[in-house]
């Protein structure tokens, strides 16, 4: 079997929506992402076979193809676009590591943007000449008659459902701006974050939505936002943001021909469906037949990055699989440090590659298996699977 390798990863910074990154569209995040890829690891850009990316809610096209040229890649170098909804950025590296597995690409950069601030409106086409148009909410994720309940009443639900208190999800919250705050005064994300340029004098280098005054009293006074007392609020779900994050990954073949030492190595990974009423639980699903179809325990998991999109729902499925919150989002997670939809799924795979291969210490007890979820809109949970490689691994997992 040929296995995909991941020898690099990056991201920009996070940006809240209308803020830092406003200005930028989708192929402006994503451009100085593929070139700091590019210099990372010395690859031509003729060498890469495909470019896959990950958006949401932006422009339509193919803005993966936008994105290749805006970075000034040949011509000859394609790109294709993948809509998970917030999965999309995952699944772009999950495609492109098929791809590899399949011997039809050698060298691929998959990822995701996205950009809210530059998202164009969507106008509902009317039924006749006489009624005039009303603006898309958003996209449709399952039929009414089965249930498509935005994202924060379908967190609510889960709430109900699971039994997740609003203390909990309080504490979880103000848990994962812990964690970020502590991440940027340490440094810990320096390494993956390429600073975005906004002009010759002004460049974006940090996370803007990390929060260092934020308390349990805070958090405490806020109001239920999506439904009348609620436990669901602003303060203990993710806010709206712009970013972009990708890999470049390799063939075991050519990781060895270009004298890498260690990577990312690409696993398995699996995609199921929920009740779209309870969508933030699909990460359950995901990872329970995932763990299943390789034979291991989820203990057997180092470090897991799971997409924070509600406090409610990671705390469900945590519970749900007896998962230890000591080997979750150690960076912190989206909660504080934003959720661009379509880049997400690739900023948890940009944060596993930091801790596990930019943060390995030699002859350390270091994290050989890692895990990044995120439950979907529409009820879809996806789960994939990494390990360490080494320019000495056999292939064998783990």
């Given at each position: 079997m040929i296995h995909p390798v991941i020898i690099a990863a990056r991201r920009t910074p996070i940006g809240r929506v209308g803020r830092s990154l406003k200005t930028l569209p989708?192929?402006?995040?994503?451009?100085?992402v593929i070139q700091a890829l590019l210099e990372d690891t010395g690859i031509s850009p003729l060498d890469i076979d495909e470019v896959i990316l990950g958006n949401a809610v932006g422009p339509g096209g193919n803005p993966a193809r936008l994105a290749v040229l805006a970075a000034g890649l040949p011509i000859q170098v394609s790109g294709v676009t993948v809509d998970r909804q917030c999965g999309s950025g995952l699944e772009a590296i999950n495609w492109g590591a098929r791809l590899i597995q399949s011997g039809a690409a050698e060298v691929v950069i998959a990822g995701g943007m996205e950009s809210v601030s530059t998202a164009p409106w969507r106008i509902e086409k009317p039924q006749s000449l006489y009624e005039l148009p009303?603006?898309?909410?958003?996209?449709?994720?399952?039929?009414?008659?089965?249930?498509?309940?935005?994202?924060?009443?379908?967190?609510?639900?889960v709430a109900q459902k699971f039994g997740i208190g609003r203390d909990r999800q309080d504490q979880y919250a103000l848990q994962s701006h812990q964690r970020a705050i502590a991440s940027l005064q340490s440094g810990r994300f320096q390494a993956e974050i390429v600073p975005v340029s906004l002009s010759s004098m002004t460049q974006v280098d940090t996370d803007e939505c990390p929060r260092n005054n934020i308390t349990l009293e805070?958090?405490?006074?806020?109001?239920?936002?999506?439904?009348?007392?609620?436990?669901?609020?602003?303060?203990?779900?993710?806010?709206?943001?712009?970013?972009?994050?990708?890999?470049?990954?390799?063939?075991?073949?050519?990781?060895?021909?270009?004298?890498?030492?260690?990577?990312?190595?690409?696993?398995?990974?699996?995609?199921?469906g929920v009740d779209p009423n309870l969508l933030g639980i699909g990460s359950v699903a995901a990872v329970q037949k995932l763990l299943q179809r390789q034979a291991i325990a989820l203990v057997a998991i180092d470090l897991v990055e799971f997409n924070e999109a509600f406090a409610a729902q990671v705390l469900a499925c945590l519970d749900a699989l007896n998962l230890d919150q000591a080997r979750v989002n150690v960076g912190g997670g989206a909660i504080a440090l934003g959720h661009p939809y379509g880049a997400s799924g690739a900023i948890l795979v940009t944060r596993l590659f930091t801790e596990m291969i930019r943060?390995?210490?030699?002859?350390?007890?270091?994290p050989r298996l890692g895990l990044a979820t995120l439950g979907i809109g529409g009820g879809l949970g996806v789960a994939s699977l990494f390990a360490v490689h080494s320019s000495a691994s056999t292939g064998a997992f783990p």
């Open positions: 989708v192929e402006a995040l994503m451009a100085p009303q603006f898309a909410h958003r996209a449709r994720f399952a039929p009414e008659a089965l249930g498509d309940p935005d994202m924060g009443v379908a967190a609510e639900q805070r958090l405490a006074k806020l109001p239920s936002a999506f439904m009348e007392n609620g436990t669901v609020t602003i303060g203990n779900a993710c806010p709206v943001n712009d970013g972009a994050a990708a890999v470049l990954m390799v063939s075991d073949r050519k990781f060895n021909t270009l004298g890498c030492i260690q990577g990312l190595r690409f696993v398995d990974a699996t995609a199921v943060r390995a210490e030699p002859n350390g007890k270091n």
